[in-house]
């Protein structure tokens, strides 16, 4: 075989996105480990290096990506329109994962599967009190090499924003370029990870066929049909929120519209997320839909759009809660309050640099698992589904954008309701009274 045809083949490969390649790793994993039996743990450790190239990336990884993300967050852009914006993202985002934690705990995904890929590091939950005070770490850098991630999370977050004062605020030139500089540095480092990342995620195809092959070998098709259990707690999840949250208390409560206008206004975008899993790709139809259809003023969509892209993770909140209840029931760990509190602080602090990661949800799984306790070798496991989790993921972000972005304009009075979507729903509702009155 010619070079020639090696290198046709190999940019073929390429050519077929990345998470399309790891599904198609999952399912010959499957079918080899289900075919085999015990003798495919042979291959374990090739999993094994995935899964140590993961931990390697962890740290770093939070701490340069929450340092690019908060050089967005400038107090010159956290004005009254700002600071509303990140205080929504924040709060809608809490109620993501408190919301799949609550189905995961109803549901029980995972439950009664005995998976043995992997142990739990602890098998004893931290207090309510031990993780509240973990949070803040007595020695930051003690926190990132001992891999506290919770700590090293509020440490990055808590520096990265006073950078960002000090880079607007100070007197002196010479500090302000030199918070810039820090900053430009932690860009420059970020943009390399980036590049391990891809390498690793590469490997990942490997790695995900060889965890899978070993896990299903030793566990049986049971643990492959309790994936249908966790794609579908997650589905459900995403409903509620979409329901509750967005189209609910935002829509219905704080708005005082039809949540049927808003689905018309935003459904360009949602469908788009749903296709192409990126809600930065969906970004200019995001855009179309908040100013063509929902009648928001630039002034706000110019600011609350292009950061819900990069820091808004409400269907991954979701997902990365209901898999970590998941991934506990699996190795038959019961996660108490303060380890689920663990999970909700973690996704609510992290959602601002890992929106930009490729492979984001696998690397979020990550640090949840890592900060948890909870074996790695379920993030393979899971790779397999990743694909279908990731579109309902992203639409529900994508959502969540428009819905935030609307109700920031409300209250900056920066959004005409007389217009798109909303005088159609109007229009409508009127229809419909008038039908009903005869």
Request: no cysteine; charged share 15%.
């Given at each position: 075989m010619s070079t020639k045809t090696l290198r046709r083949g190999w940019h073929r490969y390429r050519s077929v996105p990345i998470v399309y390649r790891i599904a198609a790793g999952f399912l010959l994993g499957a079918l080899v480990g289900l075919s085999v039996g015990e003798r495919a743990t042979v291959v374990r450790p090739l999993g094994e290096l995935f899964l140590n190239l993961l931990r390697m990336l962890v740290v770093p990884l939070v701490v340069f990506t929450l340092l690019s993300g908060m050089q967005k967050l400038s107090p010159s852009k956290l004005g009254r329109v700002g600071g509303t914006v990140v205080g929504l993202y924040a709060v809608t985002t809490a109620i993501a994962a408190a919301i799949g934690l609550a189905v995961a705990n109803l549901v029980q995904p995972g439950r009664g599967v005995e998976f043995t890929g992997g142990e739990a590091q602890s098998a004893s939950a931290p207090s309510v009190a031990e993780?509240?005070?973990?949070?803040?770490?007595?020695?930051?850098?003690?926190a990132m090499a001992s891999g506290d991630l919770l700590a090293t999370i509020f440490f990055a977050v808590v520096f990265g924003l006073a950078l960002a004062i000090v880079r607007d605020t100070a007197d002196d030139e010479a500090i302000r370029e030199g918070a810039e500089t820090f900053f430009a540095l932690a860009n420059a480092a970020t943009e390399a990870l980036f590049k391990v990342v891809w390498g690793v995620m590469e490997y990942g195809v490997i790695g995900v066929f060889a965890l899978t092959a070993a896990s299903l070998g030793s566990?049986?098709?049971?643990?492959?049909?309790?994936?249908?259990?966790?794609?579908?707690?997650?589905?459900?999840?995403?409903?509620?929120?979409?329901?509750?949250?967005?189209?609910g208390l935002v829509v219905v409560?704080?708005?005082?519209?039809?949540?049927?206008?808003?689905?018309?206004?935003?459904?360009?975008?949602?469908?788009?997320?749903?296709?192409?899993?990126?809600?930065?790709?969906?970004?200019?139809?995001?855009?179309?839909?908040?100013?063509?259809?929902?009648?928001?003023?630039?002034?706000?969509?110019?600011?609350?759009?292009?950061?819900?892209?990069?820091?808004?993770?409400?269907?991954?909140?979701?997902?990365?809660?209901?898999?970590?209840?998941?991934?506990a029931n699996l190795v038959g760990v019961s996660l108490g309050i303060g380890d689920q509190i663990v999970v909700l602080a973690t996704v609510v602090l992290i959602s601002v640099g890992t929106a930009g990661v490729p492979g984001a949800g696998l690397i979020m799984l990550t640090i949840i698992l890592e900060a948890l306790g909870l074996p790695l070798e379920i993030v393979g496991f899971v790779a397999g589904v990743d694909p279908i989790l990731g579109r309902i993921a992203t639409m529900n972000n994508v959502t969540g954008d428009l819905a935030v972005s609307s109700l920031a304009a409300k209250w900056n009075d920066?959004?005409?309701?007389?217009?798109?979507?909303?005088?159609?729903?109007?229009?409508?509702?009127?229809?419909?009274?008038?039908?009903?009155?005869?």
């Open positions: 993780v509240v005070l973990g949070i803040v770490p007595e020695n930051p850098l003690g566990s049986g098709v049971e643990a492959a049909l309790s994936l249908a259990t966790l794609v579908g707690a997650i589905a459900l999840g995403i409903a509620v929120h979409i329901a509750v949250t967005y189209l409560g704080l708005l005082g519209q039809s949540p049927l206008a808003f689905l018309d206004g935003a459904k360009d975008a949602m469908v788009t997320a749903f296709s192409i899993r990126s809600s930065s790709g969906t970004l200019p139809v995001t855009i179309a839909d908040a100013e063509d259809n929902l009648g928001i003023d630039e002034s706000v969509y110019g600011f609350s759009l292009p950061l819900g892209a990069t820091i808004n993770m409400d269907g991954a909140a979701i997902r990365q809660a209901v898999t970590a209840v998941f991934a920066a959004i005409d309701f007389g217009s798109g979507a909303w005088a159609r729903g109007s229009e409508a509702g009127g229809a419909a009274a008038s039908v009903s009155d005869d």
